[in-house]
């Protein structure tokens, strides 16, 4: 079955014109049918249009079945009326008239009834048609879909979808619902006002209010109305009320709503716990009642002012039960309350600031008093970063009253360059609630610089709130002039270190010039290599120097470029007829003197024995030098060569080679260990530690 139109469609004929046209049909026919009746019995011909009058009781009886039972019993007496009048004294006529009488009253019953339930249906069309509500018509038992109207099809987006023969759990969301539900209908008959849970032909959910009822054939006939709009306002509602009374409840100040007379409506529980008062009992009362007696009136003036504003923070005097007396701070803003106009008030107890407050005017005293015996003494700046007290000495060096030195105009004594670095500096420490310890120049009335050791911190109450910032002034300014003094004396002593660094350079390429020169005066070769030895060791000794007095901290050099500069000499310094590739991998870390001179010479001897003996009778090979150090504080340093290797017996404690002695003593020199790898080459690997 199609479901019928939607609501404001036409699903019915105009009733009205109908009505009037068959009313006017049967008085019509009923006058012509009385015009006949007299004409017939005057002639004797009664049986002819007697079926006539049944034609007017149908008309009347479709206009109104109750009407059409009066009228057919109108019309039967009329009729008897007629016959008596007219018709001749014969027993077969009365007889027929009356038999007559009763078939028109039977008939015009049967019509009229038939009638009746033709209206009835009709009605039943068209509220089913025209309800706003989505109707439907199911079997108890089978839970089938008999008849729905298109306002369910709307709701549930089966438009296109014949739901006729559908089982209902297709649009019921809840199979447990759903078998509460016919079990609860199947024993009351009636179910009124239920909520459920529609599914949608997309699958979505849709909330409806549902009422149902059994007729005596089993059949449920069910209206529901979309609630999803409501339902979903109701839960916001419903949540927002849950949270705006855990937020009243769990608040940690007292919150009390009260109306314009001041008469406490609501308070929540932190207010009855500090105020000491039943809630019943402070729900009796004035909010001014908890004023002491002479704070009420303030109060009362004050929520004069709140009705007229809407806002406003205030300070009073409360008493809680016992009478002891409260400080607080009241926030009072106009609200609406269950529909009328009310004022919620968050009373804070500001005891502890209040007690804050006066011991820190105490200390002021004591800080004015002490201030005066400073020079540039003592400084009170407010939460805000404005200066509350300075000392008489400061004002009098900047020539300034307290009240000039507002909005940090003091600063204008800065010198230009430092003005604005020195106002954001000040401004974040405000900002953030820091410490203040900053140097500056400043320029008193004279035209004369002082240095300014300023140093100050913020002072909190016992809540951790920021009240003001307390700090001094000191004059540094023969403190400055010393170090800069002292720096200048530095500066010359850094000068002279630089010199004598580079005068030992200078010292050691004499001696390694004096070595060069000796060798070309010997024919000896093994002399010769022995000069050369000396003067690429005078070399590397002399390279720690040249980085010393180039590096930024005369005390150290950089062990990577030192390391780099080493490798870099020697290879243009030593002739090898194999192709040899230097691969150095050093961390970038500062030594001293003390480690750089040892370890210079410990690596010009490793090297210098791996290129004399290592790839002898090779076309080309590979040393390779890393230096790490550890966590621990302990350099890893390794060279290595793919040569040929050490001999099966080498032993370092007991080679008679110069080079090899000179290794272990310098190691021993550093502190370290030396062990000695000879596979597929030879490597060295030295552990020392750091000096500090």
């Known amino acids: 079955m199609s479901p019928w139109p939607v609501p404001g469609e036409p699903a019915v004929a105009d009733i009205g014109g109908k009505r009037l046209a068959a009313l006017t049909a049967a008085g019509l026919l009923t006058i012509a049918n009385i015009v006949l009746s007299i004409f017939s019995l005057k002639h004797g011909i009664p049986e002819i249009y007697t079926y006539l009058y049944i034609v007017p009781v149908i008309l009347v009886a479709y206009i109104s079945p109750r009407a059409g039972v009066y009228f057919t019993i109108v019309l039967g007496w009329l009729y008897l009326g007629l016959v008596y009048l007219y018709g001749a004294l014969d027993l077969r006529l009365l007889a027929s008239s009356f038999a007559w009488f009763y078939i028109f009253v039977s008939l015009g019953v049967l019509i009229s009834a038939y009638s009746n339930e033709i209206v009835k249906q009709r009605k039943y069309q068209e509220i089913f048609t025209g309800s706003q509500a989505a109707i439907f018509t199911f079997h108890l038992n089978t839970c089938r879909i008999h008849q729905f109207n298109a306002r369910l099809a709307h709701i549930l987006g089966y438009t296109d979808r ?25 024993g009351d008959g009636m179910i009124n006002d ?92 004035n909010f001014t009642d908890l004023d002491i007696e002479r704070c009420t009136e303030w109060t009362r003036q004050c929520m004069r002012e709140v009705e007229a504003r809407g806002t406003l923070i205030f300070e009073t005097i409360h008493h809680n039960h016992s009478g002891m007396e409260i400080p607080v701070e009241i926030s009072s803003s106009r609200f609406e309350f269950m529909g009328k106009p009310a004022v919620i008030s968050i009373v804070r107890d500001i005891s502890e600031r209040k007690k804050a407050e006066a011991a820190i005017r105490e200390r002021e005293q004591r800080f004015r008093m002490t201030g005066d015996l400073i020079p540039y003494g003592v400084w009170i700046a407010d939460a805000a970063g404005e200066f509350t007290y300075c000392s008489d000495s400061f004002l009098s060096l900047l020539g300034m009253t307290l009240e000039e030195c507002r909005g940090l105009a003091w600063m204008k004594r800065l010198p230009e360059a430092d003005a604005d670095r020195t106002r954001h500096d000040w401004e974040e420490v405000v900002r953030v609630g820091g410490f203040w310890d900053y140097e500056y120049r400043m320029t008193d009335r004279k035209g004369r610089e002082h240095f300014i050791l300023s140093r100050g911190s913020p002072f909190r109450d016992s809540s951790g709130l920021i009240v003001s910032y307390v700090g001094i002034h000191l004059d540094i300014t023969d403190r400055r002039q010393y170090e800069n003094r002292l720096e200048a004396s530095l500066a010359e002593k850094e000068v002279i270190i630089k010199e004598v660094h580079h005068r030992v350079k200078n010292n050691m390429q004499v001696i390694s010039g004096f070595l060069q020169l000796q060798s070309t005066f010997t024919d000896d070769p093994a002399a010769s290599e022995m000069l050369a030895e000396c003067q690429r060791r005078v070399r590397s000794m002399a390279l720690v120097h040249e980085k010393l007095y180039q590096s930024r901290h005369l005390g150290f050099i950089n062990v990577a470029e030192y390391i780099k500069s080493l490798v870099s000499e020697l290879q243009e310094s030593y002739v090898v007829q194999a192709d040899i590739t230097f691969k150095v991998d050093v961390e970038s870390v500062n030594i001293n003197l003390d480690i750089a001179i040892p370890c210079g010479l410990i690596i010009n001897e490793l090297l210098t024995n791996s290129l004399k003996y290592a790839f002898w009778e090779r076309p080309s090979g590979t040393i390779t030098i890393e230096l790490r150090l550890s966590p621990d504080h302990q350099f890893h340093l390794r060279v290595c060569d793919d040569g040929k290797g050490l001999p099966e017996n080498f032993d370092i404690a007991s080679t008679s080679t110069l080079g090899m002695q000179l290794v272990q003593v310098l190691v021993r020199q550093l502190g370290g260990t030396i062990a000695i790898v000879s596979k597929a080459g030879t490597c060295f690997d030295i552990t020392f530690p750091e000096k500090f």
């Open 194 to 285: 239920k909520e459920a849970v529609f599914r949608k032909a997309d699958g979505s959910e849709v909330w409806v209010q549902v009422t149902a009822s059994v007729t005596g054939e089993d059949i449920v006939i069910l209206s529901a109305v979309d609630v999803t709009a409501r339902k979903q306002i109701s839960d916001k509602l419903r949540q927002t009320e849950i949270q705006y009374q855990l937020l009243f409840d769990q608040a940690g100040d007292p919150i009390i709503i009260h109306d314009y007379g001041n008469r406490i409506l609501a308070a929540n529980r932190i207010a009855v716990q500090l105020s000491g008062y039943p809630l019943g009992e402070l729900t009796a009362m």
């Open 162 to 186: 014949n739901l006729e023969g559908e089982d209902i759990a297709l649009i019921w969301n809840d199979p447990a619902d759903l078998e509460g539900f016919l079990r609860q209908l199947g």
